[in-house]
T-cell receptor, first 117, second 111 residues
Framework: GAVVSQHPSRVICKSGTSVKIECRSLDFQATTMFWYRQFPKQSLMLMATSNEGSKATYEQGVEKDKFLINHASLTLSTLTVTSAHPEDSSFYIC?????????????FGSGTRLTVV | QKEVEQNSGPLSVPEGAIASLNCTYSDRGSQSFFWYRQYSGKSPELIMFIYSNGDKEDGRFTAQLNKASQYVSLLIRDSQPSDSATYLCAVKRRNTDKLIFGTGTRLQVFP
């Protein structure tokens, strides 16, 4: 089955530093990758959509200069939280899209718990 | 109005009962509808999806879609304590691959 590897699973960083989160599709090529953020007891909020080789499309209200997304290949997308602050502490989840699998073609990573201290 | 709305719960049902989870959506251009289960601290797992009006059954799960009312539901028969989780409704609009999630309903199945 389709597998998406997301690293790190947990990270604690100091306020003002940057953190990079990797999302990798292991056994398929992802036409599109999505990045979500989830605060405690809240839903997954879509942050941005990235396609290989092109700039990411950000949802309204998401700062593109703060959340840098790079989609260098069909199997790898990265999210960098720049100058992180405590309010950025959240659960970040990626989802890789394989259109060949239709409605089954959304595979989620295991998530990254970011804590900014 | 949020694009996808769910009652946050918790919905408490006894073991063996039917759990009924509801979701409404605002965009009539929505094309596909998904139900995911999410355990605390984990990523969502797909339960099933539906895109035609009516019912779709898969084991103990039945999804129901009513596009005229912009309403989709999930029934869980013979609920088990292991079904206790948050259930997320997600909607895909036509001409986009994005999934938009509701806030989720927390289900508690007690023995």
């Amino acid at each position: 089955g389709a597998v998406v590897s997301q690293h790190p699973s947990r990270v604690i960083c100091k306020s003002g530093t940057s953190v990079k989160i990797e999302c990798r599709s292991l056994d398929f090529q992802a036409t599109t990758m999505f990045w979500y953020r989830q605060f405690p007891k809240q839903s997954l909020m879509l942050m941005a959509t990235s396609n290989e080789g092109s700039k990411a499309t950000y949802e309204q209200g998401v700062e593109k200069d703060k959340f840098l997304i790079n989609h260098a290949s069909l199997t790898l997308s990265t999210l960098t939280v720049t100058s992180a602050h405590p309010e950025d502490s959240s659960f970040y989840i990626c989802s890789a899209r394989d259109r060949d699998r239709g409605a089954y073609g959304y595979t989620f990573g295991s998530g990254t718990r970011l804590t900014v201290v | 109005q949020k694009e996808v709305e769910q009652n946050s719960g918790p919905l408490s049902v006894p073991e063996g009962a039917i759990a009924s989870l509801n979701c409404t959506y605002s965009d009539r251009g929505s094309q596909s509808f998904f139900w995911y289960r999410q355990y605390s601290g984990k990523s969502p797992e797909l339960i099933m999806f539906i895109y035609s009006n009516g019912d779709k059954e898969d084991g103990r799960f039945t999804a129901q879609l009513n596009k005229a009312s912009q309403y989709v539901s999930l029934l869980i028969r013979d609920s088990q304590p292991s079904d206790s989780a948050t259930y997320l409704c997600a909607v895909k609009r036509r001409n986009t691959d994005k999934l938009i999630f509701g806030t989720g309903t927390r289900l508690q199945v007690f023995p």
